[in-house]
């Protein structure tokens, strides 16, 4: 499965580029307007400026000297001549370069600044050409250093907060999404141990948000599977119970029979009694076998035992069923095996493994049983060169009452229990149990201990 990022980081993407692009936008609207203000405030003052000293000199030009106050007054403005020639004010030696023309405030460029120049002529008598120039010259690069203030501040303090943002966002998100961390190693450690009783760790202190509501009601889903799993294994274990006492009347009664029948019709019939009062009694006691270990009712008694001899009573007790297949079963146990472990348990989970090799094992074939130790387990492997399992049952063949269609044989009374069964007795004993198949070549299984 691809693996995307994770809905936190997609959160954190998410808004913080919002926030760029928002504080982009807002940046450069932030940068124009101050820009035109700037201008508009330069043109305004420029404007203003050139009218007051017009106003103030008056129609009686010969006095501009003394009717205007040279330091103050002439803030940004000058006067110069018909021919361009500076008189009076504040002179900017850029500015007395630019040429002279009568209209509104315009933008004008000298030695690389940017200014607002407004430019009248008075003459000195009304409809003459002798007169002079008030000009009124505003740098644009000082009108500007708000906006550029603004802008540069703004440069430093947005990739900052854009950086608080993130992280402050991104440890927000990650702490909402603590619970769900929570419910996935709840999820996972279920399904690897499969430990119903395991719940959902909440934090009390944390807010009764969904993910809470989530967590309590999942758990709350958890208990009532628990208490149906463990309703449905009492059951198990009660029936399976119950059934015993039948059972072992039926199959006492049936060998009774057995030994009265008078002729072969009557034997018949007491013999398929009993061999069925014996499949179902087989049948009982696994279920109640599995139900304990589900219920861990199941007790060890471990003592030491011998490997080989074990090995020895699970082949003599499926010689039988074997000679009628023309099965040969050979043993391979080095001397002296001893295993810590529970004697009829182990006892049981051979004779499963075997019984199955002859099951499934071909005619005039052959079944292998050995034992060798490897560390500190032991490990018996049964080996057959029988039907074989396909690749994709093996996973299957654990399961209870699990039987490949093709593999079933009545002779032999398959219920599904068996490897169940030794694969809970195996991890009982702390170890495992494991298969390897080539369908029609055969099947080898190893018990680890
Ligand atoms: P069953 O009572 O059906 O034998 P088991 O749990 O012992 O139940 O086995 C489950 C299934 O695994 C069997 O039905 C069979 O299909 C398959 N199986 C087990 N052992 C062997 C084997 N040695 N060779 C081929 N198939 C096997």
Not at 107 to 117: F, L, M, N, S, V
Not at 232 to 246: G, I, M, N, W
Request: aromatic share 8%; with cysteine; charged share 25%.
């Amino acid at each position: 499965m691809k693996k995307t990022a994770s809905v936190k980081t997609r959160i954190t993407i998410w808004y913080t580029s919002l926030m760029f692009v928002l504080t982009a936008v807002v940046l450069t609207a932030v940068g124009t307007l101050a820009y035109r203000l700037s201008i508009d405030n330069a043109e305004k003052g420029v404007t203003l400026q050139v009218t007051r000293i017009c106003e103030k000199i008056g129609k009686h030009h010969q006095d501009i000297f003394k009717s205007v106050d040279n330091g103050k007054e002439f803030k940004n403005v000058s006067i110069y001549d018909a021919g361009g020639n500076y008189i009076a004010g504040q002179y900017v030696y850029d500015v007395a370069a630019i040429k002279f023309k009568e209209g509104a405030p315009r933008r004008e460029t000298a030695d690389g600044k940017e200014y607002i120049i407004y430019d009248v002529f008075r003459p000195f008598m009304p409809g003459k050409r002798e007169g002079f120039w008030v000009r009124g010259a505003e740098s644009l690069n000082s009108a500007m250093v708000f906006g550029r203030l603004a802008t540069g501040v703004m440069i430093v303090f947005i990739p900052l907060i854009l950086l608080l943002a993130t992280l402050g966002g991104y440890f927000i998100t990650k702490k909402a999404f603590l619970p769900v961390n929570s419910i996935i190693a709840t999820a996972k450690h279920i399904t690897a141990e499969g430990d119903m009783s395991e719940r959902i760790l909440i934090d009390p202190a944390a807010k009764h948000d969904e993910l809470y509501d989530l967590s309590v009601t999942l758990n709350q889903m958890l208990a009532k599977t628990e208490s149906l799993i463990l309703r449905e294994k009492q059951f198990t274990s009660d029936a399976s119970h119950e059934l015993r006492t039948p059972i072992s009347v039926i199959l006492a009664q049936g060998e009774y029979l057995l030994d009265i029948a008078e002729n072969d019709k009557e034997k018949e019939l007491a013999e398929n009694i009993v061999q069925k009062a014996k499949q179902l009694s087989k049948l009982v006691s696994r279920l109640l076998l599995l139900a304990r270990m589900d219920q861990n009712r199941q007790k060890l008694f471990k003592e030491k035992v011998n490997i080989g001899a074990a090995i020895d009573i699970a082949a003599e007790n499926l010689r039988d069923a074997a000679n009628k297949k023309h099965i040969m079963i050979f043993t391979d146990v080095p001397e002296e095996i001893v295993a810590e472990a529970d004697e009829a348990l182990l006892l049981s989970a051979i004779t499963n493994l075997v019984s199955n090799a002859v099951k499934y094992g071909k005619e005039y074939g052959k079944v292998i049983v050995s034992a060798y130790k490897s560390g500190s387990k032991t490990e018996i492997a049964v080996e057959d060169d029988g039907i074989g399992i396909s690749s994709e049952n093996t996973d299957k063949i654990w399961e209870r009452f699990y039987r490949a269609d093709e593999a079933r044989n009545d002779e032999f009374a398959s219920c599904g229990l068996g490897l169940a069964t030794v694969k809970g007795i195996a991890e009982m004993h702390g170890g495992s149990v494991e298969v390897k198949s080539t369908l029609g070549v055969g099947t080898r299984f190893v018990l680890r201990i």
